[in-house]
């Protein structure tokens, strides 16, 4: 049987063998187990959610989830964290076909884009504890550290962005990056909680974040010359997705 890991890798990754090829049948499995633990956890939260909940639903038995993780904490903590390498994945991918997304308006209009799409996501993004619940104090450690590695590689994105006249360096690098977060989770959390203001559609939404952070964050260099950047900042996010990577071989059978 294919190790859980690569099942994980394969789905989260968006890849799927052939219908007939080596370990097609365990993929498939293991995307439907995944894709139904994110749907109930969103639907009825943590607490309320089973094992036997997420088998049922994914039409295997109770017994093939475990085959692959210890506990429910470990399921769904699975679940999370494929849902931040999607993200991360995806994200270094966009930056060398787009380079705007090596910006961080773009970055951010991306971002809005895809929690839109990732019920998980959003939940785990805006802190929702309903959805949660204690699982997120079981996701803490993981999460945490993930958390650490993604702010270190935001601090030399923006440093790299800077150097080359792309954002502003009339705020500190922090304050820079306090404000970019903070206008960010700002339109996520009215988004969440709707607004008498609120512009119709993600797409409308996803352009007014990509143009109120222009203007807060731009500096003297055109943005066509992220294309000199994009892909070296692409790398940065790609040991996010191998730290992701470690983390499922430590904690899945």
Same mark, same amino acid.
């Given at each position: 049987?294919?190790? #859980?890991?690569?099942?994980?890798?394969?789905?989260?990754? +968006?890849?799927?063998?052939?219908? @007939?090829?080596?370990?097609?049948?365990?993929?498939?499995?293991?995307?439907?187990?995944? @894709?139904?633990?994110? =749907?109930?956890?969103?639907?009825? !939260?943590?607490?309320?959610?089973?094992? =036997?909940?997420?088998?049922?639903?994914? +039409?295997?038995?109770?017994?093939?989830?475990?085959?692959?993780?210890?506990?429910?904490?470990?399921? #769904?903590?699975?679940?999370?964290? *494929?849902?931040? %390498?999607?993200?991360?994945?995806?994200?270094?991918?966009?930056?060398?076909?787009?380079?705007?997304?090596?910006?961080?308006?773009?970055?951010? %209009?991306? #971002?809005?884009?895809?929690?839109?799409?990732?019920?998980?996501?959003?939940?785990?993004?805006?802190?929702?504890?309903?959805?949660?619940?204690?699982?997120?104090?079981?996701?803490?450690?993981?999460?945490?550290?993930?958390?650490? /590695?993604?702010?270190?590689?935001?601090?030399?994105? #923006? %440093?790299?962005? *800077?150097?080359?006249?792309?954002?502003? @360096?009339?705020?500190?690098?922090?304050?820079?990056?306090?404000?970019?977060?903070?206008?960010?989770?700002?339109?996520?959390?009215?988004?969440?909680?709707?607004?008498?203001?609120?512009?119709?559609?993600? =797409? *409308?939404? !996803?352009?007014?974040?990509?143009?109120?952070?222009?203007?807060?964050?731009?500096?003297?260099?055109?943005?066509?010359?992220?294309? +000199?950047?994009?892909?070296?900042?692409?790398?940065?996010? /790609?040991?996010?997705?191998?730290?992701?990577?470690? =983390?499922?071989?430590?904690?899945?059978?």
């Amino acid at each position: 049987m294919t190790g #859980f890991v690569d099942l994980v890798t394969a789905v989260a990754g +968006g890849v799927v063998a052939a219908p @007939d090829g080596p370990g097609a049948e365990d993929t498939a499995r293991m995307e439907r187990v995944l @894709d139904a633990a994110g =749907e109930l956890l969103v639907r009825q !939260g943590y607490r309320r959610v089973t094992v =036997e909940d997420v088998a049922r639903r994914a +039409g295997v038995g109770k017994g093939t989830v475990y085959l692959h993780v210890r506990t429910k904490d470990a399921l #769904f903590l699975t679940v999370l964290l *494929r849902s931040q %390498r999607r993200l991360f994945a995806d994200l270094a991918d966009r930056m060398l076909v787009e380079p705007v997304v090596a910006l961080p308006w773009g970055m951010s %209009r991306m #971002f809005h884009e895809r929690l839109a799409e990732d019920d998980v996501a959003r939940a785990l993004h805006l802190g929702d504890t309903e959805v949660l619940d204690r699982l997120a104090h079981a996701a803490a450690g993981p999460l945490g550290d993930l958390a650490r /590695r993604r702010d270190a590689v935001v601090r030399e994105h #923006f %440093r790299l962005l *800077r150097t080359a006249g792309l954002v502003d @360096d009339d705020l500190a690098a922090d304050e820079q990056i306090h404000a970019w977060g903070a206008v960010t989770r700002g339109y996520l959390l009215a988004g969440a909680e709707g607004s008498a203001f609120a512009p119709a559609g993600t =797409e *409308r939404t !996803g352009a007014l974040i990509e143009h109120g952070l222009a203007r807060l964050l731009a500096g003297p260099t055109p943005a066509a010359s992220a294309a +000199g950047v994009a892909a070296e900042v692409a790398a940065l996010y /790609r040991p996010l997705v191998e730290h992701i990577d470690e =983390e499922w071989r430590r904690r899945v059978r």
